[in-house]
């Protein structure tokens, strides 16, 4: 559509939705009403009729470079993209609008939050071109609203987003790695996100984790490339907070941190196809810090691949707290070269032992785990002298030495039942 239609049609839809707060006229009214003032206008009736009669969604691309993004890498693209995001919230259209960025394009871009609720039941985000952060510390702008500076692009409030498109979002986080304590901004944030879909993207070098889930039902992620230096501190792949029903799939996860972290208040998990490597594994917890109350259940993990990591498998949770992390399967998973391969660590900060209550660890599988550790301790069971860890279950475990090392299982207060353990897992019945 050229820009000119384009820009016409957007006041026009703005000026609907005014008339339709205004009055609740039928659609029938409301078109006489509007072709009225049309009439008035130098527009023509033709005009007029083709673009109210027909708004479908589909023809509803709001390309953030008609809102002035000079996609340039260099200005500050914000404002354009929030004007376009509110069209897109606003739009009340049948079937799915878009945001295009698009492809060819660099647009730069401040802290920015994309609130809903919108009135489209989805909204499509076209991302094929890339967006970048601020390229140093000093350069990042901050909003004065919450005082908050831990998170770059956010998206809150918002059902039915589909993010996909093949772009890149790039953190420019390298300047922000050497200040490791101190608080750095996520690169992409989802609060209250129903029924998300974010795929096919590629994710690089946030100043801290690529991607937040927080408070949010149903996501479905899939086909991402998120990529970091393996020495870059808490670039996270993926980490999810109190969200249920979550599936993470055929992604690639190179980072120097966690691939995923499955954080509290969270079920349902399902991430599969995933490759991780370099990172820090896939990793539950840890749970229960300062002595906080953390659940997590229902978490499947299937068909990953863990290259070089230092952790594989890993549940971690801190003396003191409690709650549970509970009906927990690792299955089909590949080890190369892997540092830790399956780990529990029920005291993860060795400051606190001795502290009389733990996050209870309970029915935790691992089924068809094999391949090579780059450790001797192919399988770590640590667990909490007091409450300990019940109900794990291995199958098929074969675990060899990536090296020349002798590779054996430790355990510590755990219990349940093994069977074709390779190593042996001194704690566990054999079956
Ligand atoms: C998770 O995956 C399992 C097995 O693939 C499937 O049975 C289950 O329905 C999935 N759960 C969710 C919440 O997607
Ligand atoms: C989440 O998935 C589980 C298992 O598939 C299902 O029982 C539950 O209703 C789902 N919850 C929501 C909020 O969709
Ligand atoms: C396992 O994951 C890979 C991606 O890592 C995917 O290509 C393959 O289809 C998956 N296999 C199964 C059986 O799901
Ligand atoms: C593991 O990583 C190494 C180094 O990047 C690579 O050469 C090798 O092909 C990878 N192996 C698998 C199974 O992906
Ligand atoms: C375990 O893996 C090693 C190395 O791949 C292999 O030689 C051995 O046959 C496997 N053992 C079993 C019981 O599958």
Known sequence: MNPFLTSQLHSWLRLSHLITKISSASVYKLSVISLGLFVTSKMTCLLAIILFFVVPCAALSFNVVDYGAKGDGQTDDSQAFLKAWQDVCDATCQGTPSLLIPNGKTFMLQPVKFMGPCKPATINIQLEGTIIAPNSVEAWKWPNDDGK????????DIDGLVINGGGTIDGQGAPWWKFKSATRPAALHFHKCGNLKLTGLTHRNSPMNHISINECIGPHISNLHIIAPADSPNTDGIDISRSSNVTVQNSRMETGDDCIAINDGTSFINISGVYCGPG???????????????????????????????????IKTWEGGSGHAKRVTFEDIILVNTENPVIIDQQYDPNCYGLTQAVQISDVTYRNIRGTAACNCAIKLSCDSTIGCNGIVMENINITAAHEEKIYASCKNAQGICSSCIPNVPCLHEN
């Open 280 to 314: 820090h594994g896939i990793s539950i917890g840890s749970l229960g810090k300062d002595g906080a109350h953390n659940t997590v259940e229902e978490v499947h993990v299937q068909n990953c691949t863990f290259n070089g990591t230092t952790n594989g498998a890993r």
């Open 149 to 156: 500076k831990d998170k770059w692009v956010q998206f809150s």
